[in-house]
Nanobody, 127 residues
Framework: QVQLVESGGGLVQAGGSLRLSCAAS????????MGWFRRAPGKECEVAAT????????YYADSAKGRFTISRDNAKNTVYLQMNSLKFEDTAVYYC????????????????????WGKGTLVTVSS
């Protein structure tokens, strides 16, 4: 059983930056594909970015490309999401999730493909 705990959310002005962290415990972190998902008010959960178990392969949703960077430190059992040039529409609860499935499955099936979830951290971008 993998436990995931997100941190780093908060209130930021449009154009600002935030760095989210997700600390994992209870499993072999380096064997999991990790993802950051978000749920905006009134909208479905959507993937923001994923990273392979080794960190060598990343994927970004179109809305995140060029602004968000996902990374991981397997020695620290932590995955990060650096978010720059934040927009009002980035306001959402951001969730960290883990699976042993490959990134291609996540892209095909979305959040339903993930096996473990954190409780989320709220990001609010003021316009």
């Amino acid at each position: 059983q993998v436990q995931l705990v997100e941190s780093g959310g908060g209130l930021v002005q449009a154009g600002g930056s935030l760095r989210l962290s997700c600390a994992a415990s209870g499993g072999t972190f380096s064997s999991y594909t990790m993802g950051w998902f978000r749920r905006a008010p009134g909208k479905e959960c959507e993937v923001a970015a994923t990273i392979s178990s080794s960190g060598g392969i990343t994927y970004y949703a179109d809305s995140a490309k060029g602004r968000f960077t996902i990374s991981r430190d397997n020695a620290k059992n932590t995955v990060y999401l650096q978010m720059n040039s934040l927009k009002f529409e980035d306001t959402a609860v951001y969730y960290c999730a883990a699976t042993r499935k490959p990134g291609s499955t996540i892209r095909a099936k979305g959040y339903n493909s993930m096996d473990y979830w954190g409780k989320g951290t709220l990001v609010t971008v003021s316009s």
